[in-house]
């Protein structure tokens, strides 16, 4: 007997695992899980005793003490202590503008934070929490204040026009009292971490850098009981966008293994810089680049598109014995776990080597560690996996279970070489579920944003939405995607055409292998880079019947001036010729090309890509092609990203495939999976 096909009220069920935190000693694990718009719970499973509670209802971000007793998380914005022992619970901190990423320190003693404030800001005031009309006014005179601008970088995507506050580190006790602020200026201060001796924080920022270059960060080191900042690098930029790495202490304390982008591999035009590993001396007096050439990995982080693994806090951690760094990497669209020698000759060698993602790993301990691993067979789970050889020894969570009865299809690989010979393109097809032998589906190609990410072997439950509602879902990784070497990487193939031509090759060459799809309904959607995409398709090409664009650029002088990503006309004479030339890029302008309907969906509040591209694209479509099907839906409340909130992303998903459900079906189709 078949399982029923998926429905977009699965996401109703669906159960986000973050957070992730192994004790050896105690054999406890923690981690949060949020499902259906209910409060997320912070669950602890004993992994001695095989069972599983929960120790709090609606806190996020679990963090086990050192000893295992005690776990701080957030709550309503603010920092709280849970003791297991006791059960006893109390909030830690009352920071007006909420706390953020709690640490514990090495002894248990201390946990640094991040805080916003503004610089000069009273300490007391910003510790102390405003009533809840006091809060109310207080946001509403934040919201009606002028917006000052005197440089770049006055917003960015999700947190709207930068305010007087930056983010800050401070510390607090874990008996309570006041935290004490350790950073100063008007900087962004991020992924902190203490010395094994719990005597220094480290972190890094651009407070020494152009606030016209985002990505370029400093290592700073700073006394956790407050003193003078000190900065430890200046050459190469610690990663921090789009993947993160947190900076490790070894573990005598000596050194600081941290990811940086190189200094001669900043060209942006042609390819996102790799990070690289590097051990820096404590005191800044030595920087050794410990990633050789040669290596089974292109660089030392990974941006995957699609996963359906847990989140967890880091990708990277030093090894039990303080050998190595443990890291997280992807190659040919895996996410496998590597590590490098910290001392001696260096050598990168693959710890765990499988078609699937490791997204994070957890502190090794006892020559285990806790990771966070997703495949494409259903959303997955965290791990206890040995850290020498990658076995994985025991999973420590059980969760979407309701996947049981869903009749998921599993995808196939598709390689195929480029038309220009110069790469080689990864994908996969991913079938109807409950698909009926001798009959053929219609198809969506689905186009990944960045570019620089990738799609990899994970889960992807929109896709398995698609698939349920009887499409084939044809989705790879085109010339611009990360986790093929440099080559694949060049972003200019990304926008001027090469990629282009390997998603329509990609079309072809499902099509011609795979006979349940019906290549004379094939439809095209992507959100972001992927959204771009569409656009460039639906005016340029005639191969597909319907599109779906998603938070998309439509007009690149959008872009330049409005978008948190500010572009620049250096490269140019004039800037005449510049603005001419963004109009040549733009399918907006090639409107009368139209030849096939278009969803265009958009949120409100996106600054990346901003929502004016969906109205230029709608109105172009509408004005000079009525006869064509065009509708655009815009969501409030939404960024740069799909809607949050459960009801308007049921109504994203329903109006995807009603779109295609109308556009390519066949006459007297009629199946419907949404609801």
């Known amino acids: 007997m078949n399982k029923r096909r998926s429905k977009t009220a699965d996401y109703r069920k669906l159960e986000a695992l973050s957070g992730g935190g192994y004790n050896a000693a105690k054999q406890r694990f923690v981690y949060c899980c949020a499902r259906g718009g209910m409060p997320p719970e912070i ?32 709550s309503a914005g603010q920092i709280w202590l849970y003791d297991i022992p006791s059960k006893n619970t109390r909030r830690l901190t009352t920071m007006r503008f909420g706390a953020a990423d709690p640490i514990w320190s090495p002894t248990g003693a201390q946990i640094c934070f991040l805080s916003a404030c503004a610089d000069g800001a009273d300490a007391d005031w910003l510790q102390t929490l405003p009533e809840r009309g006091t809060a109310e006014r207080e946001a509403e005179m934040r919201g009606k204040r002028p917006v000052v601008i ?11 026009f930068q305010q007087p506050e930056h983010t800050h580190l401070w510390v607090v006790g874990a008996g309570g009292g ?27 920022s651009g407070r ?18 407050g003193g003078d900042i000190c900065r430890i690098t200046s050459e190469g930029w610690l990663a921090s966008y789009p993947t993160p790495f947190r900076p490790l202490f070894t573990p005598d304390g000596k050194y600081i293994v941290a990811g940086m982008f190189d200094a001669d591999e900043r060209n942006f035009e042609e390819h996102m810089p790799f990070v690289y590993l590097h051990r820096i001396a404590a005191d800044g007096s030595e920087d050794v680049k410990i990633f050789p050439s040669g290596t089974p990995c292109h660089e030392c982080v990974q ?84 850290e020498a050889t990658g076995e994985l020894l025991k999973r420590l969570t059980f969760r979407n279970r309701w996947q ?67 499409f084939a879902v044809l989705y790879c990784n085109p010339r611009g995607s990360s986790s093929y070497g440099r080559r694949h990487e060049n972003l200019k193939k990304a926008f001027e055409g090469d990629a282009y031509v390997d998603l329509l090759q990609f079309v072809d060459e499902a099509c011609r292998r795979f006979s349940f799809i019906d290549r004379d309904r094939i439809g095209a959607i992507g959100g972001s880079y992927g959204g771009f995409m569409v656009n460039h398709m639906a005016v340029h090409s005639r191969r597909f019947k319907a599109f779906v664009t998603q938070r998309s650029i439509a007009n690149q002088q959008i872009s330049y001036a409005s978008s948190d990503m500010q572009g620049s006309s250096e490269k140019y004479k004039h800037f005449e010729e510049f603005m001419v030339r963004n109009l040549e890029k733009s399918a907006v302008s090639y409107a009368e090309n139209l030849s096939a309907p278009i969803l265009i969906l958009h949120g409100l509040d996106d600054l990346r ?56 079906a066949e006459e007297g189709d009629a199946d419907d999976h949404t609801g």
């Open 43 to 74: 669950r602890m499973a004993d992994t001695a005793a095989g069972k599983e509670t929960v120790l709090v209802q609606g806190g996020t971000n679990p963090r086990l003490s050192p000893d295992g007793d005690r776990l701080c998380y957030l």
């Open 150 to 160: 005197g440089d770049f970088g006055y917003k960015f995507d999700g947190l709207g």
């Open 178 to 204: 006041k935290a004490l602020r350790l950073t100063d200026g008007e900087f962004n201060h991020l992924h902190h971490n203490w010395s094994p001796d719990g005597e220094t924080v480290i972190f890094i």
């Open 208 to 225: 020494c850098r152009d606030k016209k270059i985002p990505l370029a960060n400093d290592l700073f080191a700073v006394p956790a009981s």
């Open 303 to 386: 941006f995957p598109y699609n996963t359906g693994a847990p989140r967890t806090y880091d990708a990277a951690q030093i090894s039990s014995d303080g050998a190595y760094c443990l890291f997280c990497a992807g190659v040919n669209g895996a996410g496998n776990v590597y590590r490098a020698s910290l001392y001696g000759e260096p050598k990168i060698e693959p710890v765990t080597d499988r078609n699937w993602v490791v997204t994070g790993i957890d502190r090794p301990q006892n020559g285990m560690a806790a990771v966070s691993v997703g495949s494409t067979d259903r959303l997955g789970d965290y791990w206890l996996m040995n």
């Open 404 to 470: 049981d009865g869903v009749a998921l299809s599993k995808p196939e690989d598709l390689w195929f070489d480029c038309l220009d010979g110069d790469s080689r393109v990864h994908g996969w097809v991913l079938p109807p579920q409950n698909m009926e032998e001798g009959k053929r589906y219609p198809a969506v190609l689905y186009i990944h944003g960045g570019p620089h990410p990738f799609y990899a072997y994970g889960f992807d439950y929109e896709h398995q939405v698609l698939a349920g509602a009887g």
């Open 609 to 664: 890509c901003p929502v004016e591209h969906a109205h230029q694209l709608f109105t172009a479509f509408r004005d000079v092609h009525p006869e064509i099907p065009v509708k655009m839906i815009l969501y409030p409340g939404c960024a740069h990203d799909q809607p949050r909130g459960i009801p308007h992303r049921i109504h994203y998903y329903d109006a995807i495939l009603r779109w295609f459900g109308e556009h390519l």
